[in-house]
C-alpha cells in the first residue's frame, strides 16, 4: 500500500510539473497583438507585478523552464501595444544564469538556426540574431543574470 501511495504521489509531482511549465517556443510563437488589457486576462490565475516607466509598462510573473526557474515578462508601449518579451533566470545566482544562459541560446537555436553573432562587452556575453524580419532577438549573461529578450521593430508583424 505504501508502495502505491508513493507511487501515485510521484505521479502527481510529475505531471503537474509538466502541465505547469512555460515552453519557449510557445512563449515566443504566441500572438504580439495582444494588448496589455488581453494579457492581464490570460495571466488573471497568476500573480503577476506590472511596472510602469517613461517609455511604457512592463507585466512579469515567476514560471518554470525545467530545470530552472524564470522570470517572464511583456513589455509595452505607453499605448498598451506589446513590444516584446524577455525571460530571465529566476533565481540571481551565478550558477542559475549559466544554466538560464544555455537553455535560452539552445532554444533560440532550435527556433531561428546559427546565424547569430555573439560578442563579449564589459564582462558580458550577448547573442543577437540576424535577419529575423520585424524582431530583434537577443540573448544575453552577466554574473548572475541572463536575459533573452524578443523585441518588436516598430509596427513589425510577426511571421
Not at 513589455?75 to 545566482?93: A, S
Not at 527556433?111 to 547569430?116: A, E, L, P, T, V
Amino acid at each position: 500500500m505504501y508502495f502505491l501511495k508513493s507511487l501515485i504521489l510521484l505521479f502527481t509531482l510529475c505531471s503537474s510539473s509538466l502541465i505547469g511549465q512555460l515552453s519557449v517556443s510557445n512563449f515566443i510563437n504566441e500572438s504580439y497583438d495582444n494588448d496589455i488589457s488581453t494579457i492581464k486576462e490570460s495571466l488573471k490565475e497568476k500573480k503577476y507585478e506590472e511596472k510602469e516607466g517613461k517609455n511604457g509598462k512592463s507585466i512579469t510573473y515567476y514560471d518554470w523552464l525545467n530545470p530552472i526557474s524564470v522570470k517572464v515578462g511583456y513589455i509595452f508601449d505607453k499605448e498598451g501595444k506589446q513590444r516584446g518579451r524577455m525571460l530571465l533566470n529566476g533565481k540571481e545566482t551565478e550558477t542559475e544564469s549559466k544554466k538560464a544562459f544555455e537553455i535560452f541560446k539552445r532554444e533560440m537555436i532550435k527556433i531561428y538556426g546559427n546565424d547569430f553573432s555573439e560578442m563579449n562587452m564589459l564582462g558580458a556575453t550577448v547573442i543577437q540574431w540576424k535577419n529575423i524580419k520585424d524582431f530583434k532577438i537577443l540573448v544575453s549573461r552577466k554574473d548572475d543574470k541572463a536575459a533573452l529578450f524578443v523585441m518588436r521593430e516598430k509596427d513589425g508583424n510577426k511571421k
